[in-house]
């Protein structure tokens, strides 16, 4: 004869599944948002480093026009 659950116990199991999943989702969230971090700052050491090349070009133009 199958054991019957109690409610209380039923409600907690649900509960936990509910979490469970919610944990799951959360996990899922972060791990996009460490993906774009990475890439947001692979994009920034790209902009600077294209950066810093033009202000170099700029001061050696204006070096050389001030000569």
Request: no cysteine; glycine share 0%.
């Amino acid at each position: 004869m199958p054991e019957e659950k109690d409610e209380s116990v039923i409600f907690d199991e649900k509960y936990l599944i509910s979490l469970e999943n919610k944990m799951l989702n959360k996990r899922t969230e972060a791990d996009l948002l460490k993906e774009l971090q990475k890439r947001a700052e692979s994009e920034f050491k790209k902009i600077q480093t294209e950066y810093i090349k033009a202000d170099k070009v700029i001061k050696q133009n204006a070096i050389i026009q001030t000569d």
